[in-house]
Nanobody
Framework: QVQLVESGGGSVQAGGSLRLSCVASGYSASSLCLGWFRQAPEKEREQVAA????????SYADSVKGRFTISRDNVKNTLYLQMNNLKPEDTAMYHC??????????????????WGQGTQVTVSS
């Protein structure tokens, strides 16, 4: 069983930055497909960033390209999301997700069986 715990959310003004972290346990992170999703109120959950198991390949939703950077440290079993130039429309609950398979870029929530509890990001204008 894979457990995921996110941290790093908070409230910032537009243009600010936050760095989210997600610690994985119960399985070697180097064998996990990991990604970041977000869900705003009354909206569907969407994947914003994906990273291959070795960290070489990364994919981003168009809405965050150039502002968000996904990375991972497989020694620390940790996934990161650096978020810069935040906008009010980035306000959402952010979740990390995992599966024991190779990643295929951005994917749908149903493809991931393991989820963290989420960390709230609120961006004010």
């Amino acid at each position: 069983q894979v457990q995921l715990v996110e941290s790093g959310g908070g409230s910032v003004q537009a243009g600010g930055s936050l760095r989210l972290s997600c610690v994985a346990s119960g399985y070697s992170a180097s064998s996990l497909c990991l990604g970041w999703f977000r869900q705003a109120p009354e909206k569907e959950r969407e994947q914003v960033a994906a990273i291959s198991r070795g960290g070489l390949y990364r994919s981003y939703a168009d809405s965050v390209k150039g502002r968000f950077t996904i990375s991972r440290d497989n020694v620390k079993n940790t996934l990161y999301l650096q978020m810069n130039n935040l906008k009010p429309e980035d306000t959402a609950m952010y979740h990390c997700a995992a599966d024991r398979r190779p990643c295929n870029g951005l994917d749908v929530p149903a493809s991931f069986p393991y989820w963290g509890q989420g960390t709230q990001v609120t961006v004010s204008s």
